[in-house]
């Protein structure tokens, strides 16, 4: 038998439900009472005229404005307004947090309650138990005595053992309209050990994505810094700004203040950090002077969209000197840049303004001769006029790089290009290129290059020049695709027939935009090898190759291998072993397999034409797995360059991981190098380069292991270094890290 009755609140309608039911019938079985507010369900219910009471016995179920309640037994006392529940309660609330009891009272429309052997079930799966507890639910504040709390699972087999971790008061306060959880006389306690105790302490609740507060301690030893403890405090000042402010304490220098700041502006957003010591002065072999002074760096970065066609970038990067971000391992970096980029966007056409400023921190880096870019600019205009088919690109480039102590250079460059694509009926592709550009230049102070090998002879000295560049181009490739069951197969000879003229100035101009060019697979192929505008390649020339590709529905490959011959011109543009020495250039190539996600190998090389010597070779596989994983990569490099920065050298490097089970993980990594390295280094004040011997053997290792589960993570590493610059000493780092679920 079911009775079902309507009205507007949980009290009217379990006394509606009195009146449908006869109360000389004095129990109904199955009964269930539903209303637009409240749904109440169960085995029976029964109704005593002369306490007032309703009884709701047998799989109780009763909903109301969110909140869910599952008890044996529910008693409602229409006198005193109160609602008893009994035998394994369960209060849900609208939130999501789950209340677990042997007994509830409540008041209110299930808002209010009081709770005896309280279990409180929180939204990530955290735990709180009390003695007691009291609920508030129109002020948001649940209170709780003697009260214990843990995001750690407790195992439900009644061997009573204890959590991770756990924290215990007197008394704990849930605040749901500030999401936050206060403990008064609190006390830590890791594997059931008391290790930290205070009368006052808070933490966000789960429902917070962010809230002000500590987070995790970071702990390590080290060669440089000694012991090194930094507590971070994290604030949040609203929406759209926080900031975390960390104190660092070393046994070695001192005390070291850094800090973060986050700010997101609707249209745009920035960040900036930095850090800031006053620490015992060392000199460049890193003994102590005697003197103290302050040392510290500055970064910041941003993106602002200032309309639908213009937006801007910016980075800032500083240090107070040299190896302030190594010796307090902050970052690795030895060249720091500074800039600022404006960017128009116009339909097809574009503009882009830049300012670029650069500080090294190598020790062949020289202040004075170090360029900056004030400013460099670049814009495309490509109108709708498309004569013989082709497309039309304007280009124009404007740079004024000063140096405070050297050569300064100003460049002004205006371009014109035509391309089309043809595809014959026989599949040919064939890409043609006509280009055309003009560059001013305007030098100062030529007698003080950064860098002699790039200084040029242009011109018997300071003053300007200028020189006119054409360049027609043509690459023809046929791509043949043969289909099988698994995949298809790609075989793509390709033929490339480049032609300017020999006039210009291509070995006696500066060289500040193209200074790494070396020919590779990447470049082979390209009508503009070098990636700036100083380098320019005169001349005729034919480059060929023949390229393989295969796209299977698990395995891929890219196989390509070619050659370039020079026709007319002259290689003196190009610094020795940079691969275009003579008629014939080195034979590049690379070679891709991939099967699905978790394997590729890629292998990159450059060989002498003649003799197949091997100029630069590369190698790279990698597995990644869902337990194990492992990258590995070989460098030689044997060019012979002349050239600060460009030494040869030859090194191996791998990282892997191994996830034992679900909680624990284990990973590492090294880099050795197998053969000695010479290093140039220029005399700041006369010029002279000398040179320094970098010896074979290990230059990093590290180790480390991490335990995370659901309410705590630890972590220990272990690092060794084995170079040496300056104050920044060789030596061995450890590095712990806990964090406690919910406490940071």
């Known amino acids: 038998m079911?009775?079902?009755?309507?009205?507007?609140?949980?009290?009217?309608?379990?006394?509606?439900?009195?009146?449908?039911?006869?109360?000389?019938?004095?129990?109904?079985?199955?009964?269930t009472v539903a209303s637009e507010n409240v749904e109440l369900s169960a085995d029976s219910l029964v109704y005593d005229a002369g306490t007032g009471e309703v009884r709701a016995i047998g799989r109780v179920y009763l909903k109301r404005d969110g909140y869910i309640l599952e008890a044996g037994e529910v008693v409602y006392n229409e006198r005193t307004g109160t609602a008893e529940a009994r035998g394994a309660v369960e209060l849900e609330t609208p939130t999501g947090e789950r209340i677990i009891a042997p007994?509830?009272?409540?008041?209110?429309?299930?808002?209010?309650?009081?709770?005896?052997?309280?279990?409180?079930?929180?939204?990530?799966?955290?735990?709180?138990?009390?003695?007691?507890?009291?609920?508030?639910?129109?002020?948001?504040?649940?209170?709780?005595?003697?009260?214990?709390?843990?995001?750690?699972?407790?195992?439900?087999?009644?061997?009573?053992?204890?959590?991770?971790?756990?924290?215990?008061a007197v008394r704990v306060v849930h605040d749901r309209n500030k999401k936050r959880l206060y403990y008064k006389n609190a006390s830590?306690?890791?594997?059931?050990?008391?290790?930290?105790?205070?009368?006052?302490?808070?933490?966000?609740?789960?429902?917070?994505?962010?809230?002000?507060?500590?987070?995790?301690?970071?702990?390590?030893?080290?060669?440089?810094?000694?012991?090194?403890?930094?507590?971070?405090?994290?604030?949040?000042?609203?929406?759209?700004?926080?900031?975390?402010?960390?104190?660092?304490?070393?046994?070695?220098?001192?005390?070291?203040?850094?800090?973060?700041?986050?700010?997101?502006?609707?249209?745009?957003?920035?960040?900036?950090?930095?850090?800031?010591?006053?620490?015992?002065?060392?000199?460049?072999?890193?003994?102590?002077?005697?003197?103290?002074?302050?040392?510290?760096?500055?970064?910041?970065?941003?993106?602002?969209?200032?309309?639908?066609?213009?937006?801007?970038?910016?980075?800032?990067?500083w240090a107070s000197d040299d190896t302030y971000l190594r010796r307090y391992d902050i970052s690795d970096a030895d060249t720091l840049v500074s800039e600022y980029n404006l960017e128009g966007f116009y339909d097809r056409s574009y503009i882009s303004v830049r300012t670029v400023g650069f500080q090294g921190l190598r020790v062949e880096d020289v202040s004075g001769l170090t360029g900056h870019a004030l400013p460099l600019i670049d814009a495309e205009y490509i109108p709708d006029f498309q004569p013989l088919g082709g497309t039309i690109s304007i280009k124009g480039n404007?740079?004024?790089?000063?140096?405070?102590?050297?050569?300064?250079?100003?460049?002004?460059?205006?371009?014109?290009s035509w391309d089309r694509r043809l595809i014959t009926p026989k599949g040919f592709v064939v890409d043609l290129q006509a280009y055309a550009r003009s560059d001013a230049y305007n030098l100062s102070d030529i007698d003080r290059p950064d860098d002699p090998s790039f200084g040029g002879t242009f011109g018997a000295g300071d003053g300007s020049d200028w020189r006119n560049l054409v360049r027609a181009t043509a690459t023809v490739?046929?791509?043949?695709?043969?289909?099988?069951?698994?995949?298809?197969?790609?075989i793509e000879p390709i033929v490339e027939i480049t032609l300017s003229p020999r006039r210009g100035t291509p070995d006696n101009i500066v060289n500040e935009d193209s200074r790494a060019f070396e020919l590779n697979d990447l470049n082979l192929f390209s009508a503009d090898r070098a990636s700036g505008y100083d380098l320019w390649e005169e001349?005729?020339?034919?480059?060929?190759?023949?390229?393989?590709?295969?796209?299977?529905?698990?395995?891929?490959?890219?196989?390509?291998?070619?050659?370039?011959?020079?026709?007319?011109?002259?290689?003196?543009?190009?610094?020795?072993?940079?691969?275009?020495?003579?008629?014939?250039?080195?034979?590049?190539?690379?070679?891709?397999?991939?099967?699905?996600?978790?394997?590729?190998?890629?292998?990159?090389?450059?060989?002498?034409?003649?003799?197949?010597?091997?100029?630069?070779?590369?190698?790279?596989?990698?597995?990644?797995?869902?337990?194990?994983?492992?990258?590995?990569?070989?460098?030689?490099?044997?060019?012979?360059?002349?050239?600060?920065?460009?030494?040869?050298?030859?090194?191996?490097?791998?990282s892997a991981y191994y996830n034992i089970d679900e909680n624990?993980?284990?990973?590492?990594?090294?880099?050795?190098?197998?053969?000695?390295?010479?290093?140039?280094?220029?005399?700041?004040?006369?010029?002279?380069?000398?040179?320094?011997?970098?010896?074979?053997?290990?230059?990093?290792?590290?180790?480390?292991?991490s335990y995370i589960n659901e309410c705590i993570e630890l972590g220990l590493r272990w690092r060794e270094t084995f170079t040496r610059d300056r104050d920044v000493e060789p030596g061995t780092s450890i590095m712990f890290r806990l964090k406690l679920k919910n406490l940071g």
């Open 477 to 490: 490739t046929w791509p043949l695709v043969k289909f099988t069951e698994h995949g298809s197969h790609t």
């Open 2 to 31: 079911r009775n079902t009755v309507s009205g507007k609140s949980l009290v009217l309608s379990w006394l509606l439900a009195t009146t449908v039911i006869p109360r000389a019938a004095a129990m109904a079985q199955d009964a």
């Open 398 to 416: 404007a740079l004024a790089l000063h140096r405070t102590d050297g050569l300064d250079t100003q460049r002004f460059s205006l371009s014109a």
């Open 103 to 168: 007994r509830v009272t409540l008041s209110d429309a299930l808002k209010d309650a009081f709770v005896q052997d309280i279990r409180l079930l929180m939204t990530d799966g955290a735990q709180v138990a009390a003695a007691e507890a009291t609920r508030d639910g129109d002020g948001g504040i649940t209170t709780l005595n003697r009260a214990v709390y843990s995001p750690c699972e407790v195992c439900a087999d009644g061997s009573g053992n204890e959590p991770l971790w756990q924290l215990k």
């Open 664 to 705: 624990w993980r284990l990973d590492g990594g090294f880099t050795h190098r197998l053969t000695g390295a010479a290093i140039q280094i220029q005399d700041t004040l006369s010029g002279e380069t000398t040179l320094t011997q970098e010896h074979a053997g290990g230059v990093k290792y590290d180790i480390g292991v």
């Open 539 to 654: 001349g005729s020339r034919v480059t060929y190759g023949m390229q393989w590709r295969y796209d299977g529905r698990s395995w891929s490959t890219d196989v390509m291998v070619g050659q370039s011959w020079r026709i007319s011109g002259t290689d003196t543009v190009f610094a020795d072993g940079a691969g275009l020495e003579g008629d014939l250039s080195n034979i590049v190539g690379r070679t891709r397999i991939r099967y699905k996600e978790w394997f590729d190998f890629e292998h990159r090389y450059r060989v002498e034409e003649d003799s197949l010597a091997v100029r630069r070779n590369e190698l790279m596989v990698a597995f990644r797995g869902a337990v194990v994983g492992l990258q590995a990569g070989y460098l030689k490099l044997d060019r012979d360059m002349d050239i600060i920065t460009r030494e040869d050298r030859e090194e191996v490097r791998a």
């Open 188 to 317: 830590l306690e890791v594997f059931g050990v008391p290790i930290l105790w205070t009368p006052y302490f808070s933490h966000p609740d789960p429902t917070m994505d962010r809230a002000s507060g500590l987070l995790p301690l970071d702990i390590q030893t080290g060669k440089n810094l000694g012991v090194v403890v930094g507590l971070p405090y994290y604030h949040v000042f609203n929406k759209s700004q926080d900031a975390t402010i960390t104190p660092i304490l070393t046994t070695k220098e001192g005390l070291v203040l850094a800090g973060e700041y986050r700010h997101h502006l609707g249209f745009g957003q920035f960040q900036m950090d930095g850090s800031i010591t006053y620490t015992d002065g060392r000199d460049d072999d890193g003994a102590l002077t005697g003197n103290k002074e302050f040392r510290g760096h500055f970064s910041s970065d941003g993106y602002f969209s200032h309309s639908d066609h213009w937006r801007s970038t910016y980075k800032v990067n």
